[in-house]
């Protein structure tokens, strides 16, 4: 069974570039949550979407915003890029939205803006 | 505001022996403990997951232990293998909710 995938593997740009990460959940998974984790810490919540519908924020600014497809994909976009967006993007995708979420994270994007 | 303080930052043993990693939590609402296992490169596979209903649970090598009165709860991992080395995260989330809060992470080496 494939897990979830996510492309780009890496990714290199710019300070002030924009940048598009995708993703594709489990089979079946309807919600997909976005995750940054930077070098040495453990992932930050940034989003979850369920059904195609924003269900969760976490304390990222506006510059991020993410988007469902009809079949469940994402996509993660971060505007006006900053040094500090450097990171691991992490989707991870559940059967449900809640409870007792049971997450499966793909690889992730790797992100270095310079 | 970290929800989820975990130590220690890393650790080294011996084939065979018992890497215990252990984390806290404040919120009281918390009521889903899950382990995740990364490896470098890759994003965090799910190991083992506990509800404050059990005070302990074992999967193969991998055994969580749970002290709600404490708030704290630890990972053991049995005969630890080199394979095992990487780094193990703990997370918590409220069953009504959607997000993990995550530890900050525990560099394991096991060494032949």
Partial sequence: DAGVTQSPTHLIKTRGQHVTLRCSPISGHKSVSWYQQVLGQGPQFIFQYYEKEERGRGNFPDRFSARQFPNYSSELNVNALLLGDSALYLCASSQRAYPYNEQFFGPGTRLTVL | ???????????????????????????????????????????????????????????GRFTISFNKSAKQFSLHIMDSQPGDSATYFCAASRSNDYKLSFGAGTTVTVRA
């Fill in chain 2, 1 to 59: 505001q970290q929800q989820v303080k975990q130590s220690p930052q890393s650790l080294i043993v011996q084939k065979g022996g018992i890497p215990i990693i252990n984390c806290a939590y404040e919120n009281t609402a918390f009521d889903y403990f899950p382990w995740y296992q990364q490896f470098p490169g890759k994003g965090p596979a799910l190991l083992i997951a506990i509800r404050p209903d059990v005070s302990e649970k074992k999967e």
